[in-house]
């Protein structure tokens, strides 16, 4: 058996996502962090961004996160957003309606919410 | 129909009409008691790994930051009130708002002026009636918070506490709500929030004794702190507002029990009162007939002879 670790995806109001992965790859502030089992201790503020999660049937787990926290410690990682969604709840239509919305007003903040749930369904 | 059983059908139809509204309330009130308490379950998973987070920032870093530091002389704090939008709760607002006052209280008698922040229509009902300052107030979102909601009563409080006290900011934040401990118990505390006291935040999530390890921090240390605190304090206030809110439905629902009994009750006694009068009325008019036809019969009898 491959070495895993025990991801909890948190949003503020729910429990997203939680299992055993061998890989997760989350944006932090000061760039792209991948985390493998038995990674030092870590704590990171994390951009707003896709999270990929590789669990350790084999699968990909995609989730968009917009700003939150990282933190890794005995073998335990936590991901900490105020909101996440997983790919598959994302109503693609509604994203792009909301980007293309966004962009009519130059709202950049909304731009880069519909911009990153886009980009977690499309990968 | 005489005019006292009148008066007492007129008044059970009215009561009986009440009792069916208090009854309806009541069973609102404790469906969603039950969605309030799950969503206070749902929001623990990121309230405790988010205290876990600043307890490690906190002791594994020297990072000073104006929200863990206490103040050496505190010369302002700010008090977060947490009420209900609408009443028939029984005591559930005013039990808040008498523990925001008590805490007032010691606050002015440690020397402390007190900024008074209110969520809820009741409390700013209170204290636009006694024409008292409050700093800010926000309604409508009582019944069923949600993070946003949080967020925006966190915004102001954030900006107040990291202002400086000269120009206006607070030192401390204090926060009273009412605590979710059982369907039958709810009690109004009082908690500091701010300056944060890392025993009193391990507490909560029951994370007390764990050793955390050296973390590594991305991007720095100053930098994840000064990201996370303001992020703890609305989680903090998600907490409250969520618990404040089971407790404002579990209270209704105490109260229009109660309300429902004693409209039961009262129907009942009425009912009695009512049977009573109208048993007088039969036995009254009986006695009338009886009486009208022996006076007839002595009249006849008398004509007779």
Known sequence: ?123 | MGAQLRVYKRRIRAITATKKITKAMEMIAASRIVKAQRKVAASMPYATELTRAVTAVATGSNTKHALTTEAEQPTRAAILLITSDRGLAGGYSSNAIKQAERLTERLRAEGKEVDTYIVGRKGVAYFGFRERKVADSWTGFTDSPAYDDAKRVAGPLIEAIQLDTAEGGVDELHVVYTEFVSMMTQNAVDGRMLPLSLDKAEEETGAKGEILPLFDFEPSAEDVLDALLPRYVESRIYNALLQSAASEHAARRRAMKSATDNAGDLIKSLSRLANAARQAEITQEISEIVGGASAMADATAGSDK
């Open chain 1, 1 to 123: 058996m491959a070495a895993e670790l025990h991801v909890e995806l948190v949003a503020a109001d729910r429990n997203v996502w939680s299992g055993e992965a061998t890989l997760v790859v989350a944006r932090t502030t000061s760039g792209d962090i991948g985390v493998m089992p038995g990674h030092q201790p870590l704590l990171g503020v994390l951009e707003s961004g896709p999270v990929t999660i590789r669990t350790s049937e084999g699968n990909t787990v995609v989730a968009a996160v917009h700003g939150g926290f990282i933190s890794f410690a005995d073998n335990k990682l936590s991901l900490l957003t105020e909101i996440a969604e997983l790919a598959d709840e994302i109503d693609v239509q509604r994203a792009e309606r909301a980007l293309e919305r966004a962009k009519a007003e130059a709202d950049a903040v909304a731009e880069r919410r519909a911009d990153v749930r886009l980009r977690a369904v499309t990968g």
